[in-house]
């Protein structure tokens, strides 16, 4: 059972029911705040097999990302393997070509929104294997983005590193509020602070889909 916030119609703990109308602005203020717990014991083995078909559709997590977020795809044999698309990159909002095992692979990544090293320091380390499985592959906290820029996000909150695209910030932080509600992630007041400073600018984000 995963712990934190669920974005359904039934009440949570608080007394708050989330929808997917509900303001982001309203699930960041049920979210603890908290210094940064040691890194002590973090390796990426400890959120499960990398890209676990965890819904069982037969295609690992990986490809299911990145059917969600390419377009003008082209899949290998059997339909899952993605070999080809588009990705409108919403970090940067440039248009970056996708082709598996032709040196453009590595220019599509697959973000984990909250970085694990990060939800491990906030209060992952205390979810079972099974939930840590669940939240790295969970739709909700990943996205098919630029590469570089992957990389360069590396593990950091919003503290530290934001979008270069000004106008995606504020969906950005939204899917951070999210996904750390969901599995009872907290923030550090810096986090926080940043995440104000962006929600000033669109108070009406809401919950977004996964």
């Known amino acids: 059972m995963i712990v934190g916030l669920l974005f359904t119609s039934a009440s949570t703990s608080t007394g ?6 509900t303001t982001v602005i309203k699930v960041l203020g049920q979210i603890a705040v908290k210094g940064r717990a040691p890194k002590t014991g973090y390796s990426r083995a400890q959120f499960g097999a990398a890209w676990t078909d965890v819904d069982h559709n037969g295609c690992d997590t990986r490809n299911d ?3 969600r977020d390419l377009v003008a795809k082209v899949y290998r044999a059997g339909g899952c393997i993605v070999a080809s698309g588009i990705l409108h990159d919403p970090y940067s909002g440039t ?8 040196g453009t692979s590595l220019a599509v990544q697959i973000d984990h929104v909250v970085a694990l090293s990060d939800a491990w320091q906030k209060g992952a380390f205390a979810l079972t294997m099974t939930q840590r499985t669940a939240f790295a592959n969970d739709p909700l906290n990943l996205l098919a983005v630029m590469g570089r820029l992957n990389s360069q996000k590396s593990d950091s909150d919003a503290a530290s590193w934001l979008p ?6 504020c969906k950005y932080v939204a899917r951070q509020i999210a996904v750390k509600a969901k599995y009872g992630i907290w923030m550090t007041s810096a986090e926080k602070t940043a995440i104000v400073g962006i929600l000033s600018k669109c108070p ?6 996964g």
């Open 204 to 209: 009406g984000e809401t919950i977004p889909k």
């Open 16 to 21: 708050l029911v989330l929808t997917r109308e």
């Open 164 to 169: 270069p695209l000004k106008s995606y910030r």
């Open 95 to 102: 248009d970056i070509s996708f082709t598996r095992g032709a």
């Open 65 to 67: 990302i990145l059917t």
